[in-house]
């Protein structure tokens, strides 16, 4: 009968998609399931016998024993019967943000703790995005509400001009009533686009191709750029169609390589590009999350200033400009945002200092294709065969993401949060089979750097580069091995395409 009870326990604990360790009162790792070694990335055989201490931060490890005495001494629970949000440290040495419960029994005259725990990076992601929107929402009410009143105050205004000039006056009179009928009108444009960001003006779409429409937007934009912007175009065949405003349209076309161009005073490469893009269940936005569909994709991007994460996050906000007093209303990238979600679209925005920025519009195929997507097939866990993948991204949530996405090919995984320490982790270690980095990164290495010496000093490890940048605008030439670029956003069947790609193709 104990046989019986050992091998259920063995299959209820192997069963469990949350994480289960049950450690002493010594903190000494008695039992562990499977998800538990794949949530903290170490074998079981590691784990069991190990302390407890090793899936915590050092502050909490060293905190952690004297918690079990007060438990043990007075009965003050903590932790045990309620659950809390805390952060966990891998086998790497990466942490990540997780949820726990703690429960507690006696075996053999002694306590025993078991601790059930799920990752918490997806939920944390999805929780910011959706504030994100919420706020976005909420301004959108306030300036749609406040452009509605301004309307009525202008309609107002401008009728009483009117009439004024109907009435007839001298000269000097039909001067002023002149200025203050375009100040007015000045005042109606501006309310236009309020109403625009707040998705309540109005749209006249219709049947378009968005590669002929970025084409006629980019005939104008010659005659207005400076000659010191390089202007480049990619457009893919067999564009799906879609149905927009081609007004509105070329209007945000134009903001956007117009805020591009100021963002490079001295110069600099504006690059479009149109292609088809299919969003399933397994594909990650940035920062905004995709239904799953099938959208047309146009980017802008430029080889400018940048933006810091905090201009980012408030860089759709209506009136926020980083340009000086006087050159900018702050509303072009606003109404932006504004027009393609009234079209059924999305926007993300991707930026680094000194080297750029890339917006792209997402707008839904017309055929219907943005309702629902077959579900495309990605390699099984034993893809990976166990191979090593070091992840190299500076955002925590990103490379946790980017882990845990690399993990699920069945590859151990690696993290590291620049490119200094991932060239130590190579030069430590010689198990590594592929580089997953980011292209630009903080410190004195980039990822294109990192590329760089991993292709002259380990070209047997294999790379892939990353980047919200597209392809056209990331600088790959004269990189030993010709690595691969992945554009972020990706789906899952996309990364595993990549990689499968570069260690096919590695030596």
């Known amino acids: 009968m104990m046989d019986e009870d050992a091998a259920l326990l063995d299959a209820l604990l192997d069963a469990a998609v949350d994480a289960i360790v049950v450690a002493d009162a010594k903190g000494r790792i008695l039992r562990v399931n499977a998800a538990a070694g794949t949530l903290f990335r170490q074998s079981l055989d590691r784990m069991l016998g190990g302390s ?3 899936l915590m931060t050092p502050d909490m490890a060293a905190r952690h024993p004297g918690f079990v005495e007060t438990y043990l001494a007075t009965g003050n629970r903590r932790i045990i019967g309620t659950g809390r949000d805390v952060t966990g440290r891998r086998g790497d040495g990466t ?9 507690r029994t006696d075996i ?8 059930i725990m799920h990752d918490l990076t997806r939920r944390l ?19 749609g509400g406040i452009a509605h009143d301004f309307n009525n105050l202008l309609t107002i205004i401008v009728g009483n001009l009117e009439l004024m000039q109907m009435a007839g006056s001298d000269a000097k009179t039909a001067e002023l009533i002149e200025d203050a009928m375009s100040a007015a009108e000045m005042g109606a444009d501006l309310t236009s686009r309020l109403l625009l960001f707040s998705r309540k003006g109005e749209l006249r779409p219709e049947p378009l191709d968005l590669g002929l429409a970025t084409s006629d937007a980019l005939r104008l934009l010659r005659r207005t750029l400076s000659a010191r912007i390089t202007v480049e175009k990619r457009l893919v065949d067999d564009i799906w169609p879609v149905e927009l405003d081609p007004v509105q349209l070329q209007t945000a076309i134009i903001n956007l390589a117009l805020n591009a161009q100021d963002a490079m005073p001295d110069g600099g490469r504006l690059r479009l590009e149109v292609e088809n893009i299919t969003v399933d269940d397994d594909h990650m936005a940035q920062t905004v999350p995709f239904p799953p569909g099938r959208y047309v994709r146009l980017s802008v991007s430029d ?7 905090d201009q980012q996050r408030r860089a759709l906000e209506p009136f926020y400009t980083t340009k000086p007093p006087g050159k900018g209303t702050g509303l072009g990238l606003s109404m932006v945002y504004g027009y393609v979600g009234q079209s059924g679209g999305h926007l ?22 943005a309702a629902r ?27 946790r993401l980017s882990e845990q996405r690399i993990a699920a090919l069945g590859f151990d995984v690696v993290g590291a949060d620049n490119a200094q320490d991932a060239w130590e982790i190579l030069t ?5 089979a592929l580089v997953f980095t980011d292209l630009v990164m903080p410190g004195t290495m980039t990822g294109e750097d990192l590329a760089h010496r991993i292709g002259s000093e380990r070209p047997d490890v294999a790379v892939l580069l990353t980047s919200g940048f597209s392809g056209g605008m990331a600088n790959l030439e004269g990189i030993e091995g010709a690595p691969q670029l992945l554009r972020k956003p990706y789906r899952q069947a996309d990364l595993a395409a990549a990689v499968e790609a570069v260690l096919t193709r590695a030596p």
């Not at 942490?95 to 429960?103: D, E, L, N, Q, R």
């Not at 053999?108 to 601790?115: E, L, T």
């Open 52 to 54: 407890i201490s090793e």
């Open 373 to 399: 997507v077959p579900t495309q097939d990605t390699p099984s866990p034993a893809f990976g065969a166990r191979r090593v993948v070091l992840v190299v991204e500076d955002d925590p949530a990103v490379r």
């Open 125 to 143: 992601i999805a929780e910011e995005a959706l504030m994100r929107a919420q706020r976005m929402d909420a301004i959108g009410q306030m300036t």
């Open 303 to 309: 080889t400018g200033i940048g933006m810091t994460r």
């Open 108 to 115: 053999a005259g002694g306590p025993v703790f078991i601790a």
């Open 428 to 432: 430590a270690r010689d198990d590594v």
């Open 95 to 103: 942490t990540f943000p997780m949820h726990i419960s703690v429960g």
């Open 348 to 369: 993300t925005l991707y930026s680094e200092v000194g080297k750029g920025t890339t917006v792209s519009l997402y707008f839904p195929r017309s055929d219907g294709g």
